[in-house]
């Protein structure tokens, strides 16, 4: 049975700085492409990231320039670096896997397999 796991979430003030991990036990992440999505109390789970099997990533316009997704396969992590964080930017983060390894999916139901999920909170 594969697990996503996340970590490194936490509480930063505005312009600070946290990397999230997303560690993968069962299977080899390095056959999917991964995402971040965030999901606020009372909103839907956003798009944050996504990193293909190829190293290709993409970002949603609101984190463009702060958020860096990357991956270790060698690891079966993948990682997201932000930086410049904004009080908008506070939601329970969630790394998911897409079988498709080489898609830019962008909604989650696209998504095959999901983590449990870490808060982020950035203080103004």
């Known amino acids: 049975q594969v697990q996503l796991v996340e970590s490194g979430g936490g509480l930063v003030q505005a312009g600070g700085s946290l990397r999230l991990s997303c560690a993968a036990s069962g299977r080899t992440l390095g056959n999917y492409a991964m995402g971040w999505f965030r999901q606020a109390p009372g909103r839907e789970r956003d798009f944050v990231t996504v990193?293909?099997?190829?190293?290709?990533?993409y970002y949603a316009d609101s984190v463009k320039g702060r958020f860096t997704i990357s991956r270790d396969n060698a690891k079966n992590t993948v990682y997201l670096q932000m930086n410049s964080l904004r009080p908008e930017d506070t939601a329970v983060y969630y790394c998911a896997a897409d079988r498709s390894a080489y898609g830019f999916h962008l909604r989650a139901d696209e998504y095959d397999l999901w983590g449990q999920g870490t808060q982020v909170t950035v203080s103004s």
């Open positions: 990193i293909n099997r190829g190293g290709s990533t």
